[in-house]
């Protein structure tokens, strides 16, 4: 497995962490856990202009991760979870929050 494929996976895995919480705190957290993925992405890439580009990479590949396990997971409660994840992630505004200190 690449770097790159577990830390999506990594993701994945922190967005199951959060099932039971209630839909803002899941938003938030799944805002935040990007957050700090996009900018792992912007730091590895060392091309200055294709930072920004690195960072969507990571958000396309992170969305796909979600859209793929919700596939999997029809018709149970972690379908409706990772449904929330996956409106944070394409949220209207993708409000980035900053990485937590």
Known sequence: MSDTDARIEGFLLDAFS????????????TLRRLAELEDMFRR???????????????????????V???????GTPMEAHLQIVLRAIEGPARTRL???P
């Open 18 to 29: 959060d099932h039971g919480n209630n839909s803002s705190v899941v938003s938030e957290n």
């Open 68 to 74: 793929e396990a919700i596939d999997k997971l029809r």
């Open 44 to 66: 590895q890439e060392v091309d200055e202009r294709k930072k920004d580009a690195a960072a969507e990479r990571c958000r396309m590949l992170c969305r796909l991760r979600v």
């Open 98 to 100: 900053p990485p937590r």
